[in-house]
């Protein structure tokens, strides 16, 4: 919920691994942390330079803060919450990071085009969103919302963040009785396909998954393990599968759709979703 308001800079990504933000972030002189932020290395290392750094909320322990936190709170508290009567508030620094920050640039057809047709398409509702590189794409396109108006975003983080994703977004769609609409790669997507069978005396859940089909795990492409050889990074990180999500689907007797342009799945997330389907953005 907190990608609302006008203090949200949902450029925050670049701004803070580029020069200019990264000139406004030495600035900083303190850092608050409301739960586990695992997302972007660049708020990890503002995190870790902090000269002055506070943890709260979502159950924050000692454990799981930065060795130096100087207070490590379970929730966040009230005070901080409240402005003194009469107290002049100096916008200088907020108008600092939003003069800094840009619109993201449009891009035809790839992962962040993909993100944002899913922006646009959950609206105010409830999106399910895979981890790894559908959840990176969709933090750098998310545009900030009006306050009280941002979606409802759900991830498992885990181990892997990986498990159960389909199963997860059923279990969201039944116990809301809502349409949900999940984002997430044909990695994810495959390690968690059972998640699709639903017995024929079972309710179904009103649910569509968007798979980003880019032919394995790219997203270690940009990590350090690309620094292997190319043949290595391909068969251990990448791991090309090959599978026809069409034919699974198929199997599973869930509708499914294959599009590979910006217009195609804008046209496809446009349609009503009365049950279970698949659309495949293949890239």
């Given at each position: ?65 930065p060795a130096h936190a100087e207070s490590v709170l379970p929730a966040v508290p009230a005070s901080w ?9 100096d916008r200088g620094w907020l108008e600092q990071w939003r003069a800094a920050a840009e619109p993201t ?125 190319a043949a290595d990074v391909e068969r251990v990180f990448t791991t090309p599968h090959g599978a026809h ?39």
């Amino acid at each position: 919920g907190a990608r609302a308001g006008a203090c949200c800079i949902p450029d925050y990504a670049r701004l803070l691994a580029g020069t200019h933000g990264e000139t406004l972030a030495r600035q900083v002189r303190q850092v608050v942390v409301v739960g586990r932020p695992t997302l972007s290395r660049s708020v990890q290392a503002l995190i870790a330079r902090a000269p002055a750094l506070a943890v709260a909320g979502f159950g924050a322990r000692w454990s799981d803060a930065p060795a130096h936190a100087e207070s490590v709170l379970p929730a966040v508290p009230a005070s901080w919450l409240e402005r003194t009567p009469g107290e002049a508030v100096d916008r200088g620094w907020l108008e600092q990071w939003r003069a800094a920050a840009e619109p993201t640039p449009a891009e035809s057809w790839g992962p962040r085009a993909i993100a944002a047709a899913f922006a646009v398409a959950v609206g105010a509702g409830i999106g399910v969103v895979g981890s790894s590189g559908p959840v990176r794409a969709l933090d750098r396109v998310l545009p900030a919302a009006a306050p009280g108006a941002a979606p409802t975003l759900i991830a498992n983080r885990g181990l892997a963040g990986i498990d159960g994703t389909v199963s997860t977004a059923v279990g969201v769609a039944l116990a809301t009785r809502r349409p949900v609409l999940a984002l997430m790669g044909d990695v994810t997507f495959l390690h968690d396909a059972g998640g699709l069978l639903v017995g024929p005396r079972e309710e179904r859940p009103r649910l569509r998954i968007v798979v980003v089909n880019d032919g394995g795990g790219t997203i270690f492409a940009g990590l350090e393990h690309a620094a292997a050889s190319a043949a290595d990074v391909e068969r251990v990180f990448t791991t090309p599968h090959g599978a026809h999500l069409a034919a699974l689907c198929e199997a599973y007797r869930v509708p499914h759709l294959s599009v590979a342009s910006q217009e195609g799945l804008t046209a496809a997330l446009a349609a009503p979703c009365d049950g279970l389907e698949v659309i495949e953005a293949v890239l």
